[in-house]
């Protein structure tokens, strides 16, 4: 016990950053193992030896010892005492944690010796006591040379040992009880210092009160041990000693002793409770801290061309050079992925900061308090700006929660997919305001009620005619919800002042588990007019319904929508969050159908379990035009799922479509007039709906529990189309994992082929052909832990019928990655590739050549493309437009070094056209840091 606490306290004060003299001991000679740490503690006043000058290290540590070691170091640190770092700077959070570390461990041993110092008030008797009992004691082996017959001269040793134990314990508990009073008196006294170094303080006093629960641990052992001397006195023949008067002095002193342990016992009693009301306070005092976090961050760099602008994505996706995602470059209107975009026209500089301010009361009707600030300080000769980003504020009103939120950017919020449906943070509209909810769940039907308003404004790079908010972009509304029966019916109005005010109704739920119904009913009508329902003229609506049932093995879902045409874009229903501002193919957001549809439909689905879960599928749907009917299209779709053997299964589909009363090989948008991405056909998805023809796929998934080939995807298509645009589709794909020790890689080939059978010369019958290998490894286990990555992909397309074009893509990268570029946490990347393509078709072109890229799908199994077009998007027939004319390179060399939050990043990129000519030299360079608090 003796070492190891000799151990610890060496550890506390080398954490402390203590400075020691030449404080000897007699015992302690040099080269001692723990010399050292004994010279520390010594000379920081937590120990003084004996008097001759000796430590007795080899002698057993008693709980009084300990209990004025960790006085004196409790007092050390709270005074801020010279041996507190040896240039009297204080100690810091990881001290403290050093600290309270070390004494956790050390109070667990301590406990387990019994040597626990705890509520010592309790066990000690006055000083006058024990001196009456040590004169009475004395007395009775004076007359040792006389003893009466009976008397016991072990007994009475033994006794005076206690005794003078007892002394000790009074001795220290009597000195411990008035330093630890003092220690209380003063931190009570100063509840403005206690709020001010709130950290420093609840230290102190989760030590007092650790110390004070000790000490109440040791009052009961001392007690005990009071119980054991009183039966001590009481197995003594004092009858022997009738005639000698001190006997009963000692009996009465043995009633004195408890009487004083009983008062000490309240006084530590009375402690308890001061300390106990003090933790409470700072327990409030800690529980109304406020948080504080932001951030600073600075950004320089450029991005600039000597010809033309053009991307560095396709060479080197995720760069940190990269225009991302946002407003498509040529019409601004829709959200494009990056591949679409121009990197080399850029400026970079920038320099800003955030500031987030929390605070959790503690009691009343607010539990929580947030802002969010921000500051443009630099802002690439922009006006330097300080905004109100966010705010909030949450609480309960007699338990019924409710929020309060404002966002100056991106105030999302949804009342239903057809009404105000913000609910997508978009770069091109912008909405600011707050969003109020109270949620009465206590209350009959359980009411949640929303309330929003603020500002909309739209880009100046949508179309007027398509833009939702109108000359006053102020909004409003009022949303109730409630729940019967499992269903939340909700009630909603909206208005744009001076542009459009509407009210919508919707439901979602399940009926007794058995039956899902979803729906929403929108009436939406120009500011100034009245609604007239029967009028879709003047009241554009939208209404649709789901009902779903499911009953074991069979499960069936059927839908009714009327979708008005001015829905189209988000208009009718105030919603920003809408088709038109986010790329992809008749995409709706949330909403569940296209603007300028009405119709029904059916989609079954029987799993037979039994049968190794084989899946039959029905799929119906009939629709028309919804402002004239003028159109119609309706679908029958059949399909069937068999899970073989080894990851295998096979799927088989036979479809049946019409528009007009016409079979089609395909519906498109334009084809039917019905817009959005319901009634659409596209390459690849569930038995190819919304087509005519049929077909058969084997797969195996390389994800599968028992996949013949682990990570192994294959696939092998036969499709046949009919209608005006019949042919048979032909498609071979595989993908491959492989881990190779330290390297991976992952192959992959693809072949597609299309055959025309209807001899139309808009059709196009191609043969496509991709391969390529994806290869890395893991860091090597040498200096700077390098790894490396590299790819390489070939794709060409060979129109055989009814002309005979060919375009051709191909993409190569090596990178060579420092994980621990000169010290852990740096990591530095430099990579070299080269695109080059022929005949395709490229967004922007510049000089001819291939300046924009379109996804990026280099080792993909599911598309011909490497990143342009011509591709299946639609039609395995048209390749999306048919072949170009763009053919030209990209090459370039990009470097990037990131540690913790700094990052620098360069590039040089040489756009080239067919011939190999220079036609836009590309360079950019970038450093940013963030340091977040």
């Known amino acids: 016990m003796k070492k190891k606490l000799v151990v610890y306290l060496a550890g506390l004060l080398t954490v402390l950053g203590l400075g020691f003299g030449q404080a000897q001991f007699s015992d302690v000679p040099a080269g001692h193992w723990a010399k050292e740490?004994?010279?520390?503690?010594?000379?920081?006043?937590?120990?003084?030896g004996f008097p001759d000058g000796t430590f007795r290290g080899n002698t057993n540590l008693t709980r009084y010892q300990a209990a004025l070691i960790f006085q004196r170091l409790l007092n050390e640190i709270q005074q801020g005492g010279e041996c507190v770092k040896a240039d009297g700077s204080g100690m810091n959070a990881e001290d403290m944690t050093a600290i309270r570390n070390a004494v956790q461990e050390l109070a667990a041993e301590l406990a387990a010796l019994g040597v626990r110092v705890s509520a010592l008030e309790d066990n000690a008797a006055s000083k006058d006591d024990i001196a009456r009992l040590e004169a009475a004691i004395e007395e009775l082996k004076a007359m040792k040379a006389e003893p009466a017959a009976g008397m016991d001269e072990a007994a009475l040793a033994d006794l005076a040992d206690r005794v003078e134990a007892a002394s000790v314990a009074a001795d220290t508990a009597l000195a411990q009880a008035q330093v630890l009073a003092e220690r209380l008196d003063a931190v009570e006294g100063d509840v403005a210092a206690l709020k001010t170094q709130v950290e420093a303080d609840a230290d102190s006093i989760r030590a007092l009160n650790e110390l004070a629960v000790l000490l109440n641990q040791d009052v009961l052992s001392l007690q005990d041990r009071v119980t054991?001397?009183?039966?001590?006195?009481?197995?003594?023949?004092?009858?022997?000693?009738?005639?000698?008067?001190?006997?009963?002095?000692?009996?009465?002193?043995?009633?004195?002793?408890?009487?004083?342990?009983?008062?000490?016992?309240?006084?530590?009693?009375?402690?308890?409770?001061?300390?106990?009301?003090?933790?409470?306070?700072?327990?409030?005092?800690?529980?109304?801290?406020?948080?504080?976090?932001?951030?600073?961050?600075?950004?320089?760099?450029?991005?600039?061309?000597?010809?033309?602008?053009?991307?560095?994505?396709?060479?080197?996706?995720?760069?940190?050079?990269?225009?991302?995602?946002?407003?498509?470059?040529?019409?601004?209107?829709?959200?494009?992925?990056?591949?679409?975009?121009?990197?080399?026209?850029?400026?970079?500089?920038?320099?800003?900061?955030?500031?987030?301010?929390?605070?959790?009361p503690t009691g009343g009707a607010i539990s929580e308090v947030s802002l969010g600030l921000s500051a443009d300080l630099v802002n690439s000769g922009a006006a330097r700006t300080l905004a109100l980003n966010s705010a909030s504020v949450k609480g309960s009103l007699s338990g019924q929660a409710f929020s309060v939120t404002y966002n100056n950017d991106d105030s999302t919020f949804s009342f239903n997919p057809y009404l105000f449906n913000n609910s997508t943070v978009g770069d091109l509209i912008t909405t600011r305001g707050f969003v109020a909810t109270l949620d009465a769940k206590a209350f009959p039907l359980a009411p949640k009620f929303t309330v929003v308003a603020g500002e909309g404004i739209d880009s100046t790079s949508v179309p007027a005619a398509s833009r939702v908010w109108g000359s006053d972009p102020t909004y409003g509304g009022l949303r109730a919800e409630l729940n019967l029966l499992g269903i939340t019916t909700g009630l909603s109005y909206a208005e744009n002042r001076g542009n459009r005010s509407a009210f919508g109704v919707d439901y979602k739920g399940s009926l007794f588990g058995l039956v899902n119904l979803e729906g929403a009913y929108v009436a939406s009508t120009p500011f100034a007019f009245t609604p007239d329902f029967s009028n879709q003229l003047v009241t554009d609506q939208a209404f649709y319904t789901k009902i779903g049932v499911k009953l074991g093995i069979l499960e069936a879902n059927f839908n009714y929508?009327?979708?008005?045409?001015?829905?189209?874009?988000?208009?009718?229903?105030?919603?920003?969050?809408?088709?038109?501002?986010?790329?992809?193919?008749?995409?709706?957001?949330?909403?569940?159908?296209?603007?300028?549809?009405?119709?029904?439909?059916?989609?079954?689905?029987?799993?037979?379990?039994?049968?190794?879960?084989?899946?039959?599928?029905?799929?119906?749907?009939?629709?028309?035009?919804?402002?004239?009917?003028?159109?119609?299209?309706?679908?029958?779709?059949?399909?069937?799922?068999?899970?073989?053997?080894a990851g295998f299964s096979l799927n088989g589909f036979y479809n049946n479509t019409n528009v007009n009363g016409g079979q089609v090989s395909a519906v498109a948008g334009t084809q039917s007039g019905l817009n959005g991405n319901y009634n659409f056909y596209v390459y690849n998805n569930l038995d190819a709906r919304w087509s005519s023809g049929w077909g058969v796929k084997l797969v195996h998934s390389g994800r599968a529990s028992n996949a013949l080939v682990p990570n192994l995807d294959l696939n092998l298509w036969y499709q046949s189309f009919a209608g005006p645009d019949a042919g048979t589709d032909i498609l071979a794909s595989a993908g491959y994992n492989l881990k190779l020790g330290f390297i991976s890689l992952n192959p992959i080939v693809r072949y597609h082929s299309f055959a025309d059978a209807a001899g139309g010369n808009t059709n196009l019958s191609t043969n496509a052909l991709k391969y390529g290998i994806g290869v890395s490894t893991d860091p090597l286990g040498i200096p700077l832990k390098p790894s490396l990555e590299g790819a390489f992909v070939q794709q060409s397309i060979t129109e055989t019928a009814p002309g005979s074009n060919s375009s051709s893509e191909q993409y190569w990268r090596v990178g060579l990655n420092l994980n621990e570029f000169l010290a852990t946490g740096s990591v530095f990347k430099v990579g070299y590739a080269q695109y080059r393509a022929t005949n395709v078709v490229s967004p922007l072109p510049v000089g001819g050549a291939p300046a924009r890229g379109f996804g990026n799908f280099p080792l993909s199994i599911t598309t011909d493309r490497v990143f342009n077009y011509p591709g299946e998007v639609q039609y395995p027939w048209n390749l999306t437009g048919g072949f170009g004319t763009n053919s030209g390179s990209v090459t370039g060399l990009y470097l990037e070094w990131k540690y913790g939050n700094l990052t620098m990043a360069a590039a040089s990129a040489t756009l080239a056209n067919g011939s190999g000519a220079t036609v836009s030299n590309g360079t950019g360079f970038k450093i940013s840091y963030e340091v977040k608090f």
């Open 228 to 360: 054991a001397l009183e039966k001590q006195l009481g197995d003594v023949d004092f009858e022997s000693f009738a005639n000698r008067e001190d006997v009963s002095a000692i009996q009465e002193f043995a009633t004195a002793l408890r009487s004083d342990l009983v008062r000490l016992s309240d006084r530590v009693s009375a402690l308890d409770t001061r300390v106990g009301a003090l933790d409470q306070r700072l327990t409030a005092v800690e529980g109304t801290r406020p948080t504080l976090t932001g951030s600073l961050s600075a950004t320089y760099g450029y991005a600039t061309n000597t010809g033309g602008n053009f991307d560095i994505d396709r060479l080197f996706p995720n760069n940190a050079l990269s225009s991302g995602t946002g407003a498509d470059d040529s019409s601004g209107n829709r959200i494009r992925n990056a591949f679409r975009r121009g990197d080399f026209d850029q400026t970079y500089t920038y320099g800003g900061a955030t500031l987030n301010f929390g605070l959790k």
């Open 37 to 48: 740490a004994v010279e520390r503690i010594a000379a920081c006043g937590l120990i003084t």
């Open 561 to 645: 929508r009327a979708i008005d045409p001015q829905y189209n874009n988000g208009q009718a229903g105030l919603s920003s969050a809408s088709s038109y501002y986010f790329f992809g193919l008749g995409g709706n957001g949330e909403a569940p159908y296209g603007a300028n549809n009405i119709g029904f439909g059916f989609d079954g689905k029987l799993t037979l379990s039994f049968l190794n879960n084989i899946e039959a599928r029905v799929f119906y749907d009939n629709s028309a035009d919804f402002a004239t009917r003028s159109q119609t299209a309706d679908t029958l779709s059949l399909g069937v799922t068999v899970p073989l053997f």
